[in-house]
């Protein structure tokens, strides 16, 4: 990195910092420091929203995610919308209406306080561990990368965001939130740009559109009922569904932004933007990925794209394996820079189709030395990463774009992280004092509740930093978020939808169901892992929430049929 791109990254979010701390001083009262005041307007927060949900890892994995796999990964976010209209409809008018802190509040309402305190406790776990993951994601491939210290990186992440998020609350979060959603969507437009600008000449998109189709890259849509494949039609659509209902309609991070929303109106607006703009948002993010890929059928591209495994493997007596892998690879670059002009300029129909299979031939063989190249760095290192999924777009950054613009990609991926964990921590501070200590320690003035809330902001982030400096990549870091809140979030949602709209069923029921379906759904991803059975972590959302809603119902009209006084 050259000077100047240190100047625009660390200019870019030391205003952010100053800027989200300055907006939001003077919140004195609880509604001002876990509301914001409701004064956030629909724009506010459909961003809000959509920051908090495209952390760093959304930039880091999900090109690398298209470059390898393709525009299937777009499936994953079907089912959205769907989720946007029925919390328009069912969940924030309910919100609203009863005035609450915390989406667990309703449930003490619903249900009983045990019943409150269960689903706060399964969030706090399950989003205290992601908050962990939005820092460390970032950290650890910018240090690959760049040779930064991993520990040091957590540390001024965490502590950046712990600046405006403790002094501010939701409103230091959200007016940060429009202006990190600002520098993301400028970086990456114009990485998209200047990747096409540096494909040959004579390539406009529409060829390179039709270079990644050659390639497999561009079906979007898979219609099977294969349980191989993680991303289909369906399980982004009841799946994903059923993730989102979860995610955005009972998880505080996300609830906290539209509980500062001015009105109802206002409020339902803003998860309709949300839910408008984020499949092509996503879209446009694997595209760019997508377009990645092309720009490395005409350029030479590493045969892996982590290079600290690489430097493990080139330190090891097995470097010359790898060099000969590097070797042929590069061989098999010029012939397939060679088969991609001809088939790019060629409008002859049969040798354009016998120069697709070519090219789909090279393509393949690279992918097989690619396979090598990781069975080789794990003899040198048992406990190397090979998946280097997360390492294709910063190194694209890196390598290829112009000083001053690799400050602003850093920044891009810095202030998703940074806009994701201020968000989280904003909850998990919330759902603590207001669920667990408010709850408890009886009716206190609101300047007590404010500096608690400020304590434990403070506490979760001290927490976030200590699970990124301990934690270990994972096969993508972008599944390891959604399976962690595959786990969780189908579970909390049922007892949501039974309190919504079955008062049939009691409290009791509904916090024993919850117990043993927490177990049923850990035990049931724990057996896919090991090949016990086939469940792929999307459908968990879907498990869990239908077979909590059973139980409750078993529960009530057996065990418990004869609690009619029971709440």
Known sequence: MQQIDWIVLGSTLLFIVLYGTYKSRGSKNVTDYLKGG??????????????TQASAITFLSTPGQAFHDGMGFVQFYFGLP??????????????????????????????DLKTRTLTAILFLIQR?????????????????????????????????????TVSGGTKAVSVTQKQQMAVIFAGMFIAFLLILNYLPLDISLSNALEIAGANGKMEILDFSFDFNNRYTFWSGIIGGTFLALSYFGTDQSQVQRYLSGKSVKQSQMGLIFNGIMKVPMQFFILLVGIMVFVFYQFNSSPLHFNPAAVKDVMASPYAQEYQDLVSEKM??????????????????????????EEIQIINITEDELRVQSKAVIKKANPDAETNDKDYVFVHFILENLPRG??????????SAAMSSTASELNALGSTTTMDLYARNVGIRNDKHYVRASKWFTLLWGVMAILVACFANLFDNLIQLVNIIGSIFYGNI?????????????????????ALINQ?????????????????????????????????????????????????
């Open 38 to 51: 409701n004064e956030a307007k629909w724009w506010t927060i459909g961003l809000s929203v959509m920051a």
């Open 82 to 111: 769907i989720a946007m209209v029925v919390i328009c409809l069912v969940f924030i008018p309910i919100y609203h209406k009863l005035k609450v802190f915390t989406a667990y509040e309703y449930l003490e309402t619903r249900f």
């Open 128 to 164: 205290g561990l992601a908050a962990g993951i939005t820092i460390f994601a970032p950290s650890i491939i910018l240090s690959a990368v760049l040779g930064w210290n991993l520990i040091y990186l957590n540390i001024i992440i965490g502590i950046l965001v712990i600046i405006y």
């Open 331 to 356: 061989a098999l670059d010029e012939q397939l820079i060679t088969k991609q002009l001809e088939f790019s300029r060629t409008e002859d129909a049969s040798e354009k189709e016998l120069l697709k």
């Open 405 to 414: 613009l690799i400050g602003l990609l850093l920044a891009v991926i810095l």
């Open 493 to 513: 949602l049922g007892v949501f939808l039974l309190a919504f709209f079955f008062k049939y069923i009691k409290g009791n029921a509904v916090f024993i169901a």
């Open 519 to 567: 177990a049923l759904v850990i035990g049931l991803y724990l057996m896919d892992e090991f090949e016990i059975i086939n469940l792929p972590y999307l459908w968990l959302n879907f498990v869990g929430c239908v077979t909590v809603m059973a139980m409750a119902f078993l529960l009530q009209a057996t065990v418990m049929k004869n609690g009619t006084a029971e709440k």
